[in-house]
């Protein structure tokens, strides 16, 4: 099976291409960069290199979010364009998932991913390894970061914390979870497109044309006209063809 | 060689569109999915939710124009797509989609200017011939464009702060008509009198550039003068004071500007262009002072935002092979 993994969800870009043997190639950026710019640029070099069409991928992997809102939907776009037009096989994996992917099996350890979403909340999540697989304990979620702090201390039990990110709370998390806060290398800290293909590569397909984004968070005007709204008056059907 | 075929993908505002067009002229499909409902909820487009709907409808609707045109990826001899002018976000699905398209199936990628789409929206319908001067009219933009070849595009003219069509969502929004406020607008006219006598703006002034703010401002002020002193306010009589005041700006200068080239058509575009009110003052004015020009004006259905007229636009590039590589960024302030 002839995997392309695409995660540009926040400012590292990467790419990999996998089959049945595992990692052909990959390419992973952490410049600040235009995702628009280099993403297909590097997809074809990418397959140049590794001498793949694009009619042979199987299926193509995208980390589906949480993320930079634009950034999740230009990898989105790209993936399921991409696998509409070649025919392949679409799977989404949180890009949560993707980072907890990088690690490490420690027995009665958690794995926490996580990203910033601005004025003291984080995107985070809660993984843990099974039968050599990284899983997800509970769904994905955007929280306070004060509030995530104390269900981690709850927890009592080693965390890994994952992500470029982990550094700008590092304060409230130390404090908390003290010797069971665990730091993975620098190395570790970035999603990896080959991670996520792997991810993918025993999950279900999602129907490419209904396929979007995980933001985890509605826009700021919909939360807002929710609130002001009953369970009647929601609606819905809002694309109408002309 | 047997007629050329381009599929062109359009997401700048608040439509999600996809269409195959041959030869630049014939529509084999033109697929629009519009967001207007959702974006009423918040009484105009909200970028982000543009964006997040774009997402979700892409590559349903590129299916639906290939499949109604009939024909495979193999018939197909380019994809096109608008880079701008618009929202960068919205910008971004359209782009990203076609060069995922273009990379799949091994197709050259066309890059088109919005604004040129609206202008030739027209040549769906008629012959273009040039030199030709277009007056662009929508949402966004106001522009009075002299184009001596397919290729040659001059701006004469433009607004200096808002769009003509910007103006009328603004006023929409103040006598509390629906978003988009145009098409309300322009039926309130058609039952009023030009009873208020807005302002004409720079109508006088030896250029062939446009002022919109201060006929809003003057319209503002005067509703809430009225709503102060308790007295009556004549809806119909406002929109259709407003509209004069618009539509005999725009039409005073297009025709000086027509007459002072050697145009052989006058050619409207944009969403403004499906305003009754401007295409009759247009048709008129054209049959009684340049009677040797022939006015185009597109069908109520190419004058909004849609796919065909970016692959009409695009299939002058692709005769001159001007394509873009992967690199292809969504432009929001592009420029003709």
């Known amino acids: 099976m002839k995997i392309l993994g695409i995660d540009t969800s926040n400012q590292a870009m990467s790419i990999a291409l996998v089959d049945e043997d595992g990692l052909v190639i990959e390419k992973t950026v952490n410049i600040k960069r235009n995702h628009s710019i280099q993403l297909m640029p590097s997809i074809e070099a990418l397959f140049g290199e590794a001498n793949w069409v694009p009619k042979d991928i199987d299926r193509v992997a995208v980390a589906s979010g949480p993320g930079s809102y634009t950034g999740v939907r230009i990898g989105v776009t790209v993936a399921k364009t991409l696998a509409y037009a070649v025919g392949a096989e679409l799977v989404g994996v949180s890009s949560l998932h993707v980072l907890a992917g990088n690690g490490e099996q420690i027995p009665g350890s958690f794995i926490v991913p996580l990203f910033d979403a601005r004025r003291g909340n984080i995107y985070t999540g809660l993984y843990h390894y099974q039968q050599g697989v990284c899983r997800p304990v509970q769904t994905d979620t955007h929280i306070a970061i004060e509030k995530w702090a104390d269900f981690l201390e709850g927890l009592q039990a080693p965390v890994q914390l994952v992500g470029t990110d982990v550094n700008k709370h590092m304060d409230v998390l130390n404090n908390r979870l003290g010797d069971r806060l665990l730091l993975l290398a620098p190395s570790q800290t970035l999603p990896r497109a080959s991670v996520l293909a792997e991810l993918a590569r025993d999950k279900k397909p999602e129907v490419v044309h209904t396929f979007e984004p995980s933001y985890l968070k509605l826009a700021e005007a919909e939360q807002k006209w929710m609130e002001t709204q009953t369970e009647e008056s929601l609606g819905g059907g809002w694309i109408e063809k002309l | 060689m047997s007629s050329r075929k381009i ?303 970016i692959g009409a636009a695009a299939q002058v590039k692709l005769a001159k092979a001007e394509f873009s590589d992967y690199a292809l960024n969504g432009q929001p302030g592009l420029s003709v």
């Open chain 2, 7 to 309: 599929l062109a993908i359009e997401t700048s505002c608040d439509e999600t569109s996809a269409a195959v067009i041959e030869e630049g002229k014939v529509i084999l499909s033109n697929i629009v999915a519009s967001q207007v409902k959702s974006h009423q909820r918040f009484g105009g487009v909200v970028p982000e939710i543009a964006s997040r709907h774009h997402v979700e409808q892409i590559t349903l609707i590129i299916e639906e124009a290939m499949q109604e045109a009939g024909i495979a990826y193999a018939d197909l001899d380019a994809v096109a797509v608008t880079e701008g002018p618009g929202l960068v976000g919205a910008l971004l699905i359209g782009v990203n989609a076609a060069k995922a398209i273009a990379f799949a199936h091994g197709l050259p990628l066309i890059a088109v200017n919005h604004i040129k789409g609206h202008i030739f929206a027209n040549r769906l319908v008629s012959d273009m011939q040039f030199p030709l001067l277009s007056l662009v009219v929508s949402g966004g933009h106001t522009e009075l464009i002299y184009m001596s070849a397919p290729d040659s595009f001059e701006v004469i003219g433009e607004t200096r702060d808002d769009a003509a069509g910007e103006a009328y969502d603004k006023i929409g929004r103040v006598l509390g008509v629906p978003y988009p406020g145009g098409k309300h607008i322009d039926e309130m006219a058609h039952k009023g009198a030009d009873t208020y006598h807005f302002p004409r703006a720079m109508i006088r002034e030896d250029n062939y550039d446009f002022s919109f703010s201060g006929l809003k401002s003057a319209f503002i002020n005067t509703v809430h003068n009225a709503k102060q002193k308790g007295e009556p306010i004549h809806t119909d009589d406002l929109a259709a004071s407003f509209q004069a005041a618009v539509v005999e700006v725009l039409v005073d200068k297009t025709i000086r500007a027509a007459k002072d080239r050697p145009v052989k058509q006058l050619v409207l575009a944009g969403g403004v262009a499906a305003n009754r009110g401007l295409r009759s003052a247009l048709e008129k004015a054209v049959a009684a002072e340049l009677p040797e020009v022939k006015l185009l004006i597109p069908p109520l259905a190419l004058c909004g935002d849609n796919a065909a007229m």
